[in-house]
């Protein structure tokens, strides 16, 4: 079992006071704190090592990219891709998907179909939709029941040889669901669609296995994972990734350029052109190993205990619904209160010091099929506390009778 005092004093800024109130961080979803071995390796490489990668002989230049490089080697562990080069270091889950999304224009013709899910995010529904304008491809959804988990029958009639690609997300950030991708990864495979996991809200929770799930792209954000912001991971199959153009152009995605014709760098160079964020990438690393010193089955019975007890407490509430109650879920507790609009309990509930999010978390599609402007979206991590949760139960009471 976890030490949770031990654990909590990793993250300065959960002792920081909010409103004068001590900070009680309910947006895990948005994106996660940071231990302070992120916050200091931050410092330590621009203390240290700084200076521009791939390029220099010089002997920082050497140790920078060593430590950019032996970190993709982490994250290429840690996420079980066969070959480093199928890990490319992008700004974000956005990136990546666009990135693909971009690629697949090529290949794709008019009639050609995209399935998405009613469960995506933003970041996983318009760059397809884009995609789509540019190809005339067609958009499918996946659509899900009312306890927000996809309708796999659904699903099933969905799939044809028109199907290119499949994109999903291995977790829901609006409501928590966990997808189940391996199965929808090996039927797109049997109809000879390609498949994107939209990993940004599992990778906090779980290590994902891209060679047992046999996924062809898989993507995810450092900030989401104790990581900086402005850093990601795009992992793709070694084929795929030889298949796709080239998304931007630049420096250090070359092998020769002469302004009659230019020859791409290899994976993983090919899709990385200009100086990238080299402190993020190392530090990414940083973040990987803190995560597997706490260790995920840790976090998971953690963060489980939270979830049950989480629901168990808020449903005491009079008039209080859980939007989003799949069998398989992980820690996100999306709410509403009969009567009282989200962002009224959000603004009264921060005065006291408790950070939850209000809104339509970035999937106005799913606020929509529950006829709902947006819940109250209280996300948990490994470092928080049942005491935190009554916390935040009296803080919701407070507002609820300053409310009706
Ligand atoms: C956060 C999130 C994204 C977007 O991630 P960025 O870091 O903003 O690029 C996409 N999908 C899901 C499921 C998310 O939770």
New binding site residues.
Partial sequence: MLDIQKIRADFPILSEKVNGKTLVYFDN?ATSQKPQVVIDAISKYYQEINANIHRGVHTLSQLATDAYEISRGKIQNHINAKFSHEVLFTS???FGINLVANGFTSLLKEGDEVIVSALE?H??IVPWQMLCERTRAVLKVIPMNEKGELIMEEYDKLLSDRTKIVTV?HIS?ALGTVNPIKEIISKAHAVGAAVLI?G??AVPHLRPDVQALDCDFYVF?G??MCGPTGI?ILYGKEDWLNKLPPYQGGGDMIKEVTFEKTTYAGLPFKFEAGTPNIAGGIVLGTAIDYMNEVGFENIQAQELELLEYGTKRLIEIEGLNIVGTAENKTSVISFNIKGIHPYDIGTIVDKLGIAVRTGHHCAQPIMNHFNIPGTIRASFAFYNTKEEIDAMIEAIKKAVMMLS
């Fill in positions: 979803g974000g889950t956005t995010h970041s996983n997300n950030n939209d940004a809200q954000s900030h989401k990601g």
